[in-house]
Nanobody, 123 residues
């Protein structure tokens, strides 16, 4: 069973930065991607960024391109999301999940999800 534990969320001012961490356990060959997803109050959960665990390719939603960077440290079983130039509209619960990528064009969450970490961008 794949498990995710997210951390690193918090309250940050507009223009600030946060780095989210996602510790992964039980990841197996049934999946080839891990993604970060977010859900704002009253809105659907959407894919923000995903990474292919085989070739390292990545997907970014248009809303975060140029501001967010996904990376992973296999020795620590951790996937990171560096978030810069944060905006109030980035406020949401951010979760990790197993994912399916269509090249670098799209990403969909599958099966296993973490509980998430709250990110609030406000002055």
């Amino acid at each position: 069973q794949v498990q995710f534990v997210e951390s690193g969320g918090g309250l940050v001012q507009p223009g600030g930065s946060l780095r989210l961490s996602c510790v992964v356990s039980g990841f197996n060959d049934d999946y080839d991607a891990i993604g970060w997803f977010r859900q704002a109050p009253g809105k659907e959960r959407v894919a923000i960024s995903c990474v292919n665990t085989n070739d390292g390719s990545s997907y970014y939603a248009d809303s975060v391109k140029g501001r967010f960077t996904i990376s992973r440290d296999d020795a620590k079983n951790t996937v990171y999301l560096q978030m810069n130039s944060l905006k109030p509209e980035d406020t949401a619960v951010y979760s990790c999940a197993t994912a399916f990528m269509v090249a670098t064009l799209a990403c969909k969450g599958l099966d296993y999800w973490g509980k998430g970490t709250q990110v609030t961008v406000s002055s």
